[in-house]
């Protein structure tokens, strides 16, 4: 086993209802990678998130993560999930939500060390004006600033995003890829993206998933390999340019 | 309400006083558990569960008489129907794929409806309302240390477990990647509405025991940041509506158990109305 190599999938199958969702899948992802998991709806994308925590079971093949099950790893990684997941009416301030990053068998109740942990976490997210704030007071970029820092808060080696561009305008984007970048030096980075389209300039790779499987590096995407992801014809949205009343200017 | 006061500290009104006391202590259990069940928005499981107590009681009541197992106290029977109601709702809204609400929905009447039965086959009278809605001015001093012994288990529990009880309300799937066994405490918080559920079928019944367990937490969420001030705030709140409404009834010669729904139904609704209206301007 190559110690680089963080995720290994192989010729993994699953199925939800008789409906095949992932078919003979083999993934590696190396360490230190930032990739951008993209893909139709329906094709799979949040399932092999579900996959790689361990939440979930291949009916056939195997994962491993850092050489094991992935319900043996899952203390190593961080997860982000949809905040619109999340009940919005809850009454929790962003300290209550982040400490819980530090949940653990043994934690009944939160030390002095993990309350200096997750303020640790909250500062690297630049969230620090907004302890005491109520989470559900929060923008959705703020919020997912949040649940960031509540994933940073347990020190993963790898960083597992789902959906973090959903509902966002592009300036928190732009924030969160920052953060992002910053992070990736000392960990993983796998986000979900819904928007095949974009795909910010520090992905390093894209994993496309419809049943299949592919990861390509972001300088080979091209619109023949997107017309291939969904089987279609379709323009592609270039972002690389700046948009003038005029028409596009090149620079 | 000055006579109400006179009526407590009258040394013949011993089952007011019991039921004032009675009110404040079961208070604690209904705020801490009412804000578990509000957050996590299983008020329908709690449903299920209080009215399988009826199933449990009738039980009880059915082999006491047929059988001859006169230690076999209704009580016993509303406590072994909830639990076993507790963890099967629990398990059914965990791996229920589909039809999760006709499960339960089925639970709920099967409960209640053989209850019934089995009080119909139990020779002798039994008065069905002061279990369906209530009567908190039957409860002895033996009610009491039942509540006292409730109180003292579930603020033990809850303290312990807080961090854990919280997660589970507020994002379940998070803590078990964090490598902790979500289903047991969700489950030991179902076990534990189950009981609370038991003990305030006293005072307000099986069919309004929902009401006292969801409207105050419900009017709580209005003004508390943190779960646990959403507790303390439902604490209180359940305290004022049990005692407010037992003043009542005694003074009107209402029955206690609607009358208490009817005071913190008509405050949630109003305030309810109040603050859409202000959050419109």
């Known amino acids: 086993m190559h110690n680089s190599h963080e995720i290994i999938l192989a010729k993994v199958s699953f199925a939800y209802k008789q409906r095949r969702i992932l078919k003979d899948v083999d993934l590696v992802v190396k360490k230190g990678e930032f990739a951008s998991i993209v893909g139709p709806n329906g094709g799979g994308k949040t399932t092999l998130l579900k996959l790689i925590l361990g939440l979930i079971k291949p ?17 190593n990684i961080g997860y982000m999930p949809q905040y619109a997941h999340l009940d919005m ?5 962003v300290m209550d939500v982040v400490l819980m990053g530090r949940l653990a068998r043994k934690t009944l109740w939160f030390s002095k060390k993990d309350r200096a942990r997750a303020l640790d976490a909250i500062d690297e997210v630049g969230m620090s004006d907004f302890v005491n704030t109520g989470f559900n007071e929060l923008s959705g970029g703020q919020k997912q600033r949040i649940l960031i820092a509540r994933a940073l808060c347990s020190d993963p080696a790898i960083l597992l995003l789902d959906e973090p561009t959903a509902n966002v305008d592009h300036q928190t984007e732009e924030n969160l890829f920052s953060i992002l970048k910053k992070l990736n030096s000392k960990m993983t980075i796998l986000l979900v993206s819904h928007d095949i389209g974009f795909v910010s300039k520090y992905v390093k790779s894209v994993i496309c998933v419809n049943r299949q499987v592919v990861i390509h590096p972001t300088t080979i995407m091209n ?3 997107i017309k291939d992801i969904y089987h279609g014809d379709l323009k592609m949205v270039r972002h690389d340019h700046r948009c003038a009343k005029e028409g596009h200017i090149n620079d | 309400m000055i006579d109400v006061f006179h009526a407590v500290i009258d040394p013949d009104n011993l089952f007011l006083r019991y039921a004032f006391i009675m009110g404040g202590l079961a208070s604690i259990s209904f705020g801490i558990i009412g804000t578990f069940v509000t957050t996590k928005r299983i008020g329908y499981l709690a449903g299920a569960i209080s009215h399988s107590v009826f199933g449990g009681i009738g039980l009880a009541l059915f082999l006491q008489v ?3 197992l006169a230690w076999f106290d209704p009580i016993l029977g509303a406590i072994l129907a909830a639990i076993i109601a507790a963890v099967t709702v629990g398990l059914v809204s965990l791996h229920a794929k589909e039809r999760e609400d006709t499960i339960i929905g ?3 009447a099967l409960g209640m409806a053989s209850g019934i039965l089995l009080i119909d086959k139990t020779p002798g009278y039994f008065n069905l309302s002061s279990y369906l809605f209530g009567d908190i001015l039957l409860i002895s001093s033996k009610d009491l240390l039942y509540v006292g012994c409730l109180d003292a288990l579930i603020l033990g529990v809850c303290v312990l477990f807080f961090n854990r009880f919280f997660s589970v309300c507020f994002d379940s799937e998070f803590m078990s990647l964090r490598g902790i066994n979500t289903t047991f405490f969700y489950l030991l918080l179902l076990i534990l509405t189950a009981l609370t559920i038991v003990l305030l079928v006293r005072i307000v019944g099986i069919v309004l025991v929902i009401a006292l367990l969801t409207i105050p937490p419900a009017i709580a969420s209005f003004y508390a940041k943190r779960l646990w001030q959403m507790m303390l705030y439902s604490i209180l709140l359940c305290t004022l509506f049990t005692w407010a409404g037992l003043g009542v009834s005694y003074s009107f010669s209402l029955s206690s158990g609607p009358t208490i729904i009817v005071l913190s139904g008509a405050a949630y609704l109003t305030l309810l109305f109040i603050h859409y209206f202000f959050k419109k301007k």
């Open chain 1, 59 to 75: 009916d056939k093949g195997k994962i491993l993560i850092f050489g094991k099950a992935p319900d043996k790893a899952r203390h």
């Open chain 2, 66 to 68: 047929k059988a001859n």
């Open chain 1, 89 to 93: 009416a809850f009454p929790a301030n």
């Open chain 2, 106 to 108: 089925t639970i709920w």
């Open chain 1, 223 to 225: 619109g023949a390999l």
